[in-house]
């Protein structure tokens, strides 16, 4: 009777649960944290708006236009010829909040700037068509997306408000390529730039994201934290060898299945779910971040007892996994997450035509060195079974090369640009983060910090180092501005 009825409720329980689906990290650029008073009092300075533009800016026969939207805040606009502060969105649905808080927003305040927030096509709610075939995506590239900020800078510039005002473009991840690129390519049109965390070299294999991982849990968390990192993962490849262990491994990671373990792609989707996680946490660290996740990792409780429970227990806290919920890593579960016309199928194309940037298994002694799914196999097969089967491994060779021929890889030759990294940022890896680029674009990469750290607003637990880099920009950024205006009177 008694085993009757654990086996009922063991049955039920596991019928009750809810599979949700593994999904790859994502630029997560919601706005600066703590401010949400000041956002909701200062909420109505920001406008949306949208402007027409043209679908293909190379073929002026082609006469389609779609509307971009933008925002814009003009509570520090000091009138006709002041300056106007645009933040360049990226793979991301644009948010007043940006224009409400952080540090542009306080290079607007100090230079009685117009602040504008424009959003990327194809992103967010600047659509153009219905669904997101390769057909209808073939106008999603960098080149277009450039010219976007061209065309909204030439047409915001003929009212005559504007008429006499120098530009100053800030953007962060992704969006700090487009700044730094937009400097180089359209120079008459942006008097500097501020690019924070840009990987600007297009790599389509990129392990150093995942030696840069280990080595920011090693300097915040220490060895002893590494260490358990590696018996839990350890654990688990040994765990993938034998019956039991297998379902021991599947219980401690929460999968609502036993894993295809005769199937690549599934245990890539597996691998991800763990490398996608400590991803995020990397990513998304301020100071002290890092140090409570190993805190956890180093007492009995947190996220589990033994090594591979930790991890387990780990990714669900860390990435909010319901108590009903379990994980479904099957390959066309992941798959299913590009089907829709969304911010996520339309940034995978960009890796499959321009970037790359696929985070594959290091081979240096890291601890996710034995993640060896994540194969450039695997995340061009995502490639070809989302998009079109031409897109295999020499197509995204040849689309990231082509990029770097373009814009100079990682000697991009450009002036009045401010080159912002985090040293714990596992993007700077493909960023200039050792030297200067030039005279005026100088670069500062900061200790302890992460992506895209000085675009926030300033938090209590930010370094010295951090927040003098932060005012180092908005002093370079106003000298840009009074000499511009020296030279112009
Ligand atoms: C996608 O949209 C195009 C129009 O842009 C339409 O012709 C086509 O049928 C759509 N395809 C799918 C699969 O919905
Ligand atoms: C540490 O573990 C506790 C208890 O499980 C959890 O509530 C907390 O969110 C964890 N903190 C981090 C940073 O993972
Ligand atoms: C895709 O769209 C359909 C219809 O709107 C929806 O039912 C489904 O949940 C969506 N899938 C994903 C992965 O978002
Ligand atoms: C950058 O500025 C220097 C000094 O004014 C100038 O010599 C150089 O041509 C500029 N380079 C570019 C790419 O504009």
């Known amino acids: 009777m008694i085993v ?13 649960k809810e599979p949700r689906s593994v999904t790859m990290i994502e630029e997560d650029m919601s706005p600066p944290e703590g401010y949400d008073d000041v956002y909701a009092k200062n909420a109505r300075n920001v406008f949306v708006t949208w402007m027409s533009m043209p679908l293909d800016h190379f073929d002026h026969q082609n006469p389609t236009m779609f509307s971009m939207r933008y ?23 644009i948010q007043a909040g940006w224009l409400l808080a952080g540090n542009m927003y306080e290079m607007a305040r100090e230079n009685k700037g117009f602040q504008v927030y424009t ?28 010219a976007d900020l061209a065309y909204f800078i030439t047409e915001i510039k003929k009212q005559p408000r504007f008429a006499e005002s120098e530009v100053i473009m800030y953007g962060g991840s992704y969006a700090a390529n487009m700044v730094m690129w937009f400097k180089k390519r359209y120079p008459h049109l942006v008097l500097g730039t501020v690019a924070s965390s840009g990987p600007i070299l297009a790599k389509v294999d ?50 609502c299945q036993p894993l295809d373990y005769d199937n690549e792609y599934a245990l890539a989707v597996f691998s991800g779910l763990i490398s996608w ?44 996994l319901g108590a009903n919920s379990c994980w479904s890593s099957s390959y066309d579960n992941f798959l299913n997450n590009y089907q829709n016309a969304t911010n996520s199928r339309a940034w995978y194309y960009q890796t499959c035509t321009e970037y790359g940037y696929y985070q ?38 040849d689309g990231a090369r ?44 900061v200790n302890r910090a992460s992506h895209c750290f000085d675009m ?34």
Request: hydrophobic share 40%.
């Open 206 to 255: 990129f392990p150093e994201y995942l030696e840069v991982v280990h080595e920011a849990f090693t300097l915040e968390g220490g060895e002893e934290c590494i260490g358990h990192i590696r018996r839990g993962l350890d654990d688990t490849l040994a765990a993938m060898q034998t019956e039991s262990g297998r379902r021991l491994l599947e219980r401690s990671y929460r999968l």
């Open 360 to 397: 594959t298994a290091p081979s240096s002694g890291t601890v996710f060195d034995g993640l060896k799914w994540l194969s450039l196999d695997f995340y061009t097969d995502v490639c070809k079974k989302i998009f079109d089967e031409r897109f295999d491994l020499a197509f995204v060779e």
């Open 119 to 146: 959003e990327h096509r194809y992103y967010g709610a600047t659509q153009i068509f219905s669904n997101f075939t390769a057909e209808n995506l073939r106008f999603l590239n960098i080149d277009q997306a450039l």
């Open 456 to 489: 926030q607003g300033w938090l209590r637990t930010d370094t010295i180092e951090m927040t003098a880099v932060q005012q180092r920009a908005r002093r370079t950024v106003t000298s840009w501005l009074s000499k511009a205006k020296a030279g112009t009177s």
């Open 71 to 93: 925002m814009f805040n003009e509570e520090f606009f000091g009138g006709d010829g002041y300056p106007i502060f645009i933040l360049a969105g990226g793979e991301w649905s």
């Open 4 to 16: 009757f009825l654990l086996f009922l409720s063991l049955f039920s329980t596991s019928w009750a």
């Open 277 to 320: 996680t400590f991803s995020t946490s990397v990513q998304q660290a301020r100071p002290g971040t890092l140090q409570s996740v190993c805190k956890n990792f180093t007492d009995h409780t947190s996220f589990g007892a033994t090594p591979m429970e930790k991890i387990g227990g780990y990714i669900a806290i860390t990435r909010g």
């Open 402 to 445: 082509r990029v770097n021929l373009i814009f100079g890889g990682l000697e991009p030759v450009v002036n009045n640009t401010i080159n912002i990294h985090g040293y714990i940022d596992p993007w700077r890896a493909l960023g200039v983060y050792k030297d200067d680029i030039s005279e005026t674009s100088p670069t500062y990469t």
